[in-house]
């Protein structure tokens, strides 16, 4: 009953953040070692800050600073960042929520993914960052599957505070997603979550989101800590 209740919650707050596996070849940090002393990724600055909204936390930065900090991170994992231009980011819709509070919605189309992002309009922090894409073209390539996990984790790590050395930690932390039964993670103060969507023109698409997180959350959720995930299946 708990679990249920733990997916419901999960899918209220999806509802309310709405926008719009092939595994990164990642090892286990230190296998063998005790959960103390495994070498988890470090977070190397702090980007969230307290709101009053259903998680309890933002990030502290805007939408023009992700972005600029996201393909920082891409161009020097080799990617090319004119895919992810500022300029590009486009307003899908605002909506009130019932606590008052104004959401804007934003999408940016890339080359293979479709990144997401949810503003408060008050603030202009983002709620949550995404990436999604269909569920038909992740299937059809490897190489593409491979790309958009790795995409997922230079998301998860620049949104985070951690170094681009963490991005394949990441990515399989969102390859681990779809195999898990809530297909959610909890992980230092932030909600990781696989999510499947039909868009609006009918398409059935796959959505990977990360959101910051008061530390209640991940008891009020029963969320699993993604380090005692990753110790059960080691």
């Not at 930065?61 to 996201?70: G, H, I, K, P, V």
């Not at 008050?122 to 593409?144: W, Y």
């Amino acid at each position: 009953m708990k679990k249920l209740t733990a997916i419901l919650l999960i899918a209220a707050l999806l509802l309310s953040f709405s926008a719009c596996g092939s595994s990164t070849g990642e090892k286990k940090p230190n296998s063998g070692a005790t959960e103390d002393e495994a070498n988890y990724p470090k977070r190397i600055k702090d980007n969230y800050v307290q709101n009053d909204n259903k998680t309890g936390k933002t990030y502290k930065f805007t939408l023009s600073t992700y972005t600029t900090e996201f393909n920082t991170m891409y161009s020097k994992l080799g990617g090319n960042y004119k895919y992810f231009l500022f300029t590009k980011w486009k307003k899908r819709l605002s909506e009130k929520q019932d606590n008052g509070k104004i959401y804007n919605y934003y999408y940016l189309a890339g080359k293979n993914v479709v990144l997401t992002a949810t503003e408060d309009d008050e603030t202009k922090q983002l709620v949550n960052v995404g990436c999604g894409i269909t569920v038909k073209k992740f299937n059809s390539d490897k190489n593409i599957k491979s790309e958009v996990m790795t995409i997922c984790g230079i998301m998860a790590a620049c949104a985070g505070g951690y170094s681009s050395d963490d991005v394949n930690f990441f990515g399989n932390l969102f390859v681990d997603t779809i195999s898990s039964q809530e297909h959610s993670f909890w992980y230092e103060g932030t909600i990781y979550i696989y999510d499947k969507q039909t868009s609006s023109d009918g398409k059935d698409t796959i959505l990977f989101r990360v959101m910051p997180a008061a530390s209640n959350i991940e008891n009020d959720l029963d969320i699993k800590d993604y380090k005692d995930y990753w110790f059960e299946t080691e």
